[in-house]
Every structure is written in C-alpha cells, then in structure tokens.
C-alpha cells in the first residue's frame, strides 16, 4: 500500500488562495480546502488553530503576490517608483480582484494593528527623495494619494468601469502634481484653503 501523502501548511495556504482565486473569500471552508487537495479536512485544523488563521495566511500570501505586481511594474521602467507602485496596486485590483478584496477589502476594524505597514516606508522614501518633503509632509501626500489609487482600485477589482492604462496613468500623474503643488504653496506661506474651497 502506497504511503499517504503528506499535506503541507504551504500546500494548504496555496490550496486556499485558489479557491479564494476562483470563487471569493466567502467560499473558503475546511471542507472546501479538503475537497481540493483531495483528503480530509484534518490536515487544515493540524495545521492552523482556526479559519480566521488560514485566512490571514492567504491574505500574507496575496501581499507577497501584490509584491511581484510591484517589482514587475517598477522594472519595466515605464513610469517613476512611485508611480508604478501605484500602476501595480490597480493592476492587481483587476487581474486578482478576489485576493484584492480580501486583502483591501474586507472589514478590519477589530483586527490589531502591529506598528506601520511595511509597504508604507518605502513610498514615504520615494516622496521624500523626489520633493524634499519633511516625513509628516511626505506622510499625508502619500495618505491623500493612497485613497485616490485606492478608489481607482476598487473600480476596477468591482468592474464598475474598465479605464485604460493610459487614462490611469494620466489620472494619477494629475492627482499627484495637483497634490503636491498644494504642498508647495504652503510651505512657501500661500493660503490654499479660501481659494480651494471655493471651487469645490
């Protein structure tokens, strides 16, 4: 008789982003990760004490994923770092909107928060190289960019409307100078508040 093949915690986490993949979070169960590998469901509770565990590691493992969206972008060399951290971020909303949405999607509000994002930093550090920005400057540009990409994002992950990669691209180029041009005036003492509300 054939030794039984062991189930891995990779083999699992690799099983369970695909079903995630296919069919969304919601489908995710032990029984469904069982019926993918083709065994029990007694592999997936040895190897993580719940769901939510199994979850958070599908969710690591699509961060990795995320990550090569990024390398990639940045080695074409089509656009500036930054820009292309953003150009991967709505690329990978569209090519893997289900890991996207259980990456950014998903309710987090009672999830801890263990110091700051580990892709935070670096973006901070290209901003501050590209404007000399202080930290707490380049901090809210990046905030204020991060929820403009961020909606262009979830337009895409929902296919609520298709935008070419040149209208992106144009659209956070204008996000960004407009942004940063508001920076600039303040720290050379123009008031922007009176003129921007007025053509709000």
Known sequence: MPPKTRI????????ATEIVRRSGAGTLTART?????????????????????????VADHARSLYREYIRHETG??????YKAGGMAYIRFAGEEKELFKLMFMRDRSREAVSGED????????????????TREEADLLHLEMWAFVHGIAVISASGFLKLDRDLISRMLSDAYLGIKKRFEEEKNGRDTNSV?????
């Open 8 to 15: 891995t915690r990779e083999d699992l986490i690799l099983a």
């Open 76 to 81: 074409l060399g089509l656009y500036p770092p």
């Open 118 to 133: 580990p892709d935070w930093g670096p973006m901070r550090s290209l901003i501050q190289q590209n404007t000399g920005f």
């Open 196 to 200: 921007a509300d007025e053509t709000l």
């Open 33 to 57: 990760v069982a019926a993918e590998l083709g065994c029990s469901t007694q592999p997936v509770f040895s190897n993580f004490a719940s769901m939510d565990e199994l979850r958070q590691a």
